[in-house]
T-cell receptor, first 119, second 117 residues
Framework: AQKITQTQPGMFVQEKEAVTLDCTYD???????LFWYKQPSSGEMIFLIYQGSYDEQNATEGRYSLNFQKARKSANLVISASQLGDSAMYFC????????????????FGKGTKLSVKP | ETGVTQTPRHLVMGMTNKKSLKCEQH?????MYWYKQSAKKPLELMFVYNFKEQTENNSVPSRFSPECPNSSHLFLHLHTLQPEDSALYLC????????????????FGPGTRLTVL
């Protein structure tokens, strides 16, 4: 069964430093997508970055990059030059197609990592 | 309005009340989703609609009743809820779900924080 594991319940980082949030996944599918979302205390889930299983290059979006290591089944999020506004919960998620060719649009989420940026 | 909006943002209801949550997306998407986020639990998918047709009901109790009148609007009708149903309810939308394909990026609304007394 598909599963997302985020082993860091909480992390602290100094402002302007880089931080890596860990995510490992488990799937036997060849075709899947990996996402990172940010959830501030207001509750909205904000899409940050996407990596397809067949993408050879690591995805980057501004200060966010996804360190995709397919053989290790890991998809860590790297935030460079942390800002106070980066303090939030961060969720890793995976989408997949059913083995029989159907796709139900499922996203499997991890439990999240709470990032706190210190001034 | 842009993106995905949800109303109300906060809702307190008794167990005998009937209420509805509303979601509207302005992204031109054709797939819409309801998720439940309880404290200290991963996000749980509840319902999926693709081109107004329900394609997924993730074993959700019948006291939750979804409705999708068109591709832009999604409702979640609530009745005789239990205190354990208190949670953040998130709506999301995406490009259409295609058979054999991996779901496109889902964009979320701000959520409705529901408290059942």
């Amino acid at each position: 069964a598909q599963k997302i594991t985020q082993t860091q319940p909480g992390m602290f980082v100094q402002e302007k430093e880089a931080v890596t949030l860990d995510c490992t996944y488990d799937t036997s599918d060849q075709s899947y997508g990996l996402f990172w979302y940010k959830q501030p205390s207001s509750g909205e889930m904000i899409f940050l970055i996407y990596q397809g299983s067949y993408d050879e290059q690591n995805a980057t979006e501004g200060r966010y990059s996804l360190n995709f290591q397919k053989a290790r089944k890991s998809a860590n999020l790297v935030i460079s030059a942390s800002q106070l506004g980066d303090s939030a919960m961060y969720f890793c998620a995976m989408s997949y197609a059913w083995a029989d060719g159907g796709s139900q649009g499922n996203l499997i989420f991890g439990k999240g990592t709470k990032l706190s940026v210190k001034p | 309005e842009t993106g995905v909006t949800q109303t109300p943002r906060h809702l307190v209801m008794g167990m005998t009340n009937k209420k509805s949550l509303k979601c509207e997306q302005h992204l031109g998407h054709n797939a819409m989703y309801w998720y439940k986020q309880s404290a200290k639990k991963p996000l749980e998918l509840m319902f999926v609609y693709n081109f107004k047709e329900q394609t997924e009901n993730n074993s959700v109790p019948s006291r939750f009743s979804p409705e999708c009148p068109n591709s832009s609007h999604l409702f979640l009708h609530l009745h005789t809820l239990q205190p354990e149903d208190s949670a953040l309810y998130l709506c999301a939308s995406s490009q259409p779900i295609t058979a054999g394909g991996v779901t496109d990026t889902q964009y979320f609304g701000p959520g409705t924080r529901l408290t059942v007394l």
